[in-house]
T-cell receptor
């Protein structure tokens, strides 16, 4: 089946720890995106990548890092510098300039 | 970052009713998208609009791309219980950095008790 997968579905982290969220797509999409969603709010862009080995900061990149070593993978690391990391994280992908399709999301809770 | 103004923020529906929601922006967009999100899931694309004035339907859903390119609406006809969820509008500007989407704050559709 083609699609976007995110793992894990739920993630718990102790304060001060880094954690990496996985996003994989087998749609042969060039571009991939990470969004953050807080309760009752819309989506805010963290990072995006239009091509392998290149990525750009979105609107709320502070405290996050990414890599794009393979076309199908775009992992997001939530670092200890992110002051309020508890949120729902969504990955999306698209052909360049085309509609974005979303994964199922990862809910991160910091204990 | 900019967010679109989406209204209403929430609404209650009764089965069989028609519902309507809209998004407005101070900036123009080349594309308007409407997504639906169920609790704990990722948004699913409902309708994409690519041309000012375009009216597009997908089953019981109808959406329009405003002629000024600064607004869009979504109508749901004859609502059913599974229409419950959060609906998001998103605008996209071609050749903007990363072809980024700008999202509205969402319209939460609930069932009347």
């Amino acid at each position: 089946d083609g699609g976007i997968t995110q793992s894990p579905k739920y993630l718990f982290r102790k304060e001060g720890q880094n954690v990496t969220l996985s996003c994989e797509q087998n749609l042969n999409h060039d571009a991939m995106y990470w969004y953050r969603q807080d309760p009752g709010q819309g989506l805010r862009l963290i990072y995006y990548s239009q091509i392998v080995n290149d990525f750009q900061k979105g609107d709320i990149a502070e405290g996050y890092s990414v890599s794009r070593e393979k076309k199908e993978s775009f992992p997001l690391t939530v670092t200890s510098a992110q002051k309020n990391p508890t949120a729902f994280y969504l990955c999306a992908s698209s052909m360049r300039g085309d509609t974005q399709y979303f994964g199922p999301g990862t809910r991160l809770t910091v204990l | 970052g900019q967010q679109l103004n989406q209204s209403p923020q929430s609404m209650f529906i009764q089965e069989g009713e028609d519902v309507s929601m809209n998004c407005t922006s101070s900036s123009i967009f080349n594309t308007w998208l409407w997504y639906k999100q169920d609790p704990g899931e990722g948004p699913v694309l409902l309708i994409a609009l690519y041309k000012a004035g375009e009216l597009t339907s997908n089953g019981r859903l109808t959406a329009q791309f405003g002629i000024t390119r600064k607004d869009s609406f979504l109508n749901i006809s004859a609502s059913i219980p599974s229409d419950v969820g959060i609906y998001f509008c998103a605008g996209q500007l071609f050749k903007a950095a990363g072809n980024k989407l700008t999202f509205g704050g969402g319209t939460r559709v609930l069932v009347k008790p």
